[in-house]
């Protein structure tokens, strides 16, 4: 069975760190491009960061580069996203992503990814 399960979500002050996890199962890394999105109450679903299978490429949006790193860990079958210097702006339902039946090529597009998890609330407050 393939499933993507989010946690680490919360309430946090601006200038705050959180760490979300998505624990995979029935995904493979080597073949999967994994992603981060997010979506504030309103809007549309954004890409937030992406890891090609290899690990070795990522790709993050403009607005959270610099702040957010996403890695994976094989071991463990769990994807990351550490989140420094949040923002109020952050706050959004954040969704893990896999992208591997048609292809495994990293995407910004949330049409690409197949596979999704049920999100994690993170609200930052000023």
């Known amino acids: 069975q393939v499933q993507l399960v989010e946690s680490g979500g919360g309430l946090v002050q601006a200038g705050g760190s959180l760490r979300l996890s998505c624990a995979a199962s029935?995904?493979?890394?080597?073949?999967?491009?994994m992603g981060w999105f997010r979506q504030a109450s309103g809007k549309e679903r954004e890409f937030v960061a992406g890891i090609n299978s290899s690990g070795g490429t990522t790709h993050y949006a403009d607005s959270v580069k610099g702040r957010f790193t996403i890695s994976t860990d094989s071991a463990r079958n769990t994807v990351y996203l550490q989140m420094n210097s949040l923002k109020p702006e952050d706050t959004a339902v954040y969704f893990c992503?896999?992208?591997?039946?048609?292809?495994?090529?990293?995407?910004?597009?949330?049409?690409?990814?197949?596979?999704w998890g049920q999100g994690t609330q993170v609200t930052v407050s000023s």
């Open positions: 029935g995904v493979t890394f080597s073949r999967s491009a």
């Open positions: 992503a896999a992208r591997r039946l048609l292809s495994a090529v990293l995407s910004t597009t949330a049409l690409s990814y197949d596979t």
